[in-house]
T-cell receptor, first 112, second 116 residues
Framework: GEDVEQSLFLSVREGDSSVINCTYTDSSSTYLYWYKQEPGAGLQLLTYIFSNMDMKQDQRLTVLLNKKDKHLSLRIADTQTGDSAIYFCAESPSDSWGKLQFGAGTQVVVTP | GAVVSQHPSWVICKSGTSVKIECRSLDFQATTMFWYRQFPKQSLMLMATSNEGSKATYEQGVEKDKFLINHASLTLSTLTVTSAHPEDSSFYIC????????????FGQGTRLTVV
């Protein structure tokens, strides 16, 4: 099975908060990332968190990391239609910097 | 942030021909570049790691004679799909890192390859 797991789909109403969850298996991961991919496009780095942090906030984005449970979440406040995309969680092992292990991606659909 | 450019954005080729995809770091020197493959509605799977001036390191199950990687300079890596077949049709994405910082890998916009 995959080392990084995500739910595949999330539907949210415009203006509500979205929460995307991710679990990973490599406890040695140094950094954990959230990427956004719009249709037919490459990946855009949204945010990342260092493994010794519990939380990181960046404008509408909040990342929570539970290292004990190897659980990562991304919360998007005041979700907009432009947030509709696929969101990938990724981990970077400490011995292989830059080399990312991705989850399957969560399709987020924002409805008016 | 740093910019990584891939070319072409999409390509259609006949079965049996070879296709070259370029990945360029536009405003930084990329010590390492990575090549990923993404099937529809699936995640990105790492194919190989490319360091400038040395042979690429391929992931298990990736045929190095089929997917030729050249990293001749600090700003350019190329992936050549040799003797392409329809099952090679996929979305190929490169990423690049600069120095030894482990904070961010910069991704290209991807190349959609269709083999007919």
């Amino acid at each position: 099975g995959e080392d990084v797991e995500q739910s595949l789909f999330l539907s949210v109403r415009e203006g509500d908060s979205s929460v995307i969850n991710c679990t990973y298996t490599d406890s040695s991961s140094t950094y954990l990332y959230w990427y956004k991919q719009e249709p037919g496009a490459g990946l855009q780095l949204l945010t990342y968190i260092f493994s010794n942090m519990d939380m990181k906030q960046d404008q509408r984005l909040t990342v929570l990391l539970n290292k004990k449970d190897k659980h990562l979440s991304l919360r998007i406040a005041d979700t907009q239609t432009g947030d509709s995309a696929i969101y990938f969680c990724a981990e970077s092992p400490s011995d292989s910097w830059g080399k990312l292990q991705f989850g399957a991606g969560t399709q987020v659909v924002v409805t008016p | 942030g740093a910019v990584v450019s891939q070319h072409p954005s999409w390509v259609i080729c006949k079965s049996g021909t070879s296709v070259k995809i370029e990945c360029r770091s536009l405003d930084f020197q990329a010590t390492t570049m990575f090549w990923y493959r993404q099937f529809p509605k699936q995640s990105l799977m790492l194919m190989a790691t490319s360091n400038e001036g040395s042979k690429a390191t391929y992931e298990q199950g990736v045929e190095k004679d089929k997917f030729l990687i050249n990293h001749a300079s600090l700003t350019l890596s190329t992936l050549t799909v040799t003797s392409a077949h329809p099952e090679d049709s996929s979305f190929y994405i490169c990423s690049a890192t600069q120095g030894t910082s482990n904070t961010e890998a910069f991704f290209g916009q991807g190349t959609r390859l269709t083999v007919v």
